[in-house]
């Protein structure tokens, strides 16, 4: 459109011209010493006109004759670009669908004439560790950071990521130890570097990423709360491990009132003081648990508690049943509570309903220990194998065959008749 526009100017202006010049064609001298020249105006402006574009002309053919390296060197730039681009995506399409040497071999084809070669190398590195190669997946890793060294941060990424998919943790951590000094608090370094030491079970250095992955708001809130819990766990075994209630008492202490509500860091806790001598402590501590949230491990816990008023543990365990009445747990910490109070009767009943309701390996075992104290010997080894049954459940081991009587004798298989005939 806008070559139009000029064409239409350019003729309105020549039938302009033509115009004018018809009606006073003009005249023209132009002496230099001896020599005149004259003329009409029109062949003046004519021949003007033509020298001006031959000139041009002229012009435009030198400079087009010196610049003809330049124009064919970029030229032959762009041509592997566009051969570069295109290998690329083919090298993608390729990778995507799984074609791993084909996607390799397109990816570095024109690697080295890409304007981005470190999508081309950090892509071959993927190929190469689908393919197990983890020395060609190196040298590419190598390459993409040679091509762009100032994205060191996404190639070590990446690095890490391969490494980490391919159970290389080590490798790993190096790698985001080093992001961790060169990209401090980068939220990416930080949820890899937890991801690792989570695998490694690094829980000290976990410990000391805690306050940065808090601060970088790193993971979501679940996540975070249950790497706490994590946490917690390893503090609290590492100082029951050294022996002793005080620290024990002081590491609790230091917790956050949600985590002191969790039921895990609870019945943990209970067990390592249980196991330290503290149990007369630990009433009030699950009671206000079990008050603010129900779980089956402190409901165990609490029919476990050593004290010197069990009456007193079963009241409040009683107070629970009703409403709960058909909690096979809580039926079987009261028959705990009963058997240490020797309440015979109550016992037996609540570890029957227990029974009743769910059959468990700890319930016949603890009602076997009583009717054997009550010299029911029958009935006591009836639940001593039913509790086995249920104890062994799930075993890999097949079932052998038993012996059986035959007119008063064991029957005898006939090999071992022949190898008795043998040794004689």
């Given amino acids: 459109m806008r070559t139009l526009f000029v064409f239409l100017a350019v003729m309105l202006v020549s039938v302009a011209l033509t115009l004018l010049l018809r009606e006073e064609n003009g005249y023209f001298l132009l002496g230099y010493g001896v020599w005149t020249i004259e003329g009409s105006l029109a062949l003046f402006v004519l021949s003007v006109l033509g020298l001006f574009f031959i000139a041009y002309g002229l012009i435009r053919g030198l400079a087009g004759l010196w610049s003809a390296p330049a124009s064919v060197r ?47 190398y950090l892509a071959a590195a993927r190929v190469a560790q689908r393919q197990g190669a983890e020395e060609r997946r190196d040298e590419y890793l190598r390459l993409a950071h040679e091509s762009l060294p100032t994205a060191d941060l996404a190639v070590g990424l990446i690095q890490a990521e391969l490494h980490l998919s391919h159970q290389q943790r080590e490798q790993a951590l190096a790698t985001l130890n080093h992001l961790n000094s060169t990209a401090p608090g980068q939220p990416q370094v930080l949820r890899l570097h937890s991801q690792v030491l989570l695998q490694l079970k690094d829980w000290p250095a976990m410990v000391e990423l805690l306050p940065s992955l808090r601060k970088h708001k790193v993971l979501e809130s679940t996540e975070f709360y249950r790497l706490e819990v994590q946490l917690q766990r390893y503090l609290l075994e590492q100082v029951a491990g050294r022996g002793g209630k005080g620290p024990l008492r002081h ?50 816990l609490y029919g476990r508690l050593p004290s010197a008023e069990p009456l007193k ?50 319930a016949y075992r603890e009602l076997g220990s009583l009717l054997e104290g009550l010299d029911e010997q029958e009935a006591a080894r009836n639940c001593y194998r039913k509790g086995l049954e249920l104890a062994t459940q799930g075993s890999s081991l097949s079932p052998l065959p038993a012996p059986t009587k035959l007119g008063g004798s064991l029957e005898a298989r006939p090999e071992a008749a022949t190898a008795v005939a043998v040794e004689a």
């Fill in 251 to 300: 590491v609790w202490e230091n917790m956050s009132r949600t985590l002191q509500r969790e039921p895990e860091l609870v019945a943990l806790y209970v067990q390592l003081q249980l196991a330290a001598g503290s149990g007369e402590e630990m009433e009030r501590l699950l009671r206000d648990a079990l008050e603010q949230e129900w779980d089956e491990r402190l409901v165990g």
């Fill in 74 to 120: 970029d030229w032959r730039v762009q041509r592997q670009l566009r051969r570069a681009r295109l290998s690329l995506t083919k090298g993608l399409i390729e990778l995507a669908e799984g074609n791993w040497q084909a996607a390799e071999k397109d990816l570095l084809r024109h690697a080295e004439h890409s304007d981005m070669p470190v999508i081309n």
């Fill in 313 to 362: 543990l079963l009241a409040q365990g009683e107070n629970w049943l009703q409403q709960r009445p058909r909690d096979p747990v809580l039926l079987l910490a009261l028959g705990r509570l009963a058997l240490r109070g020797r309440l015979w009767g109550k016992a037996r009943t609540y570890l029957e309903a227990c029974i009743g309701l769910t059959e468990s390996a700890e």
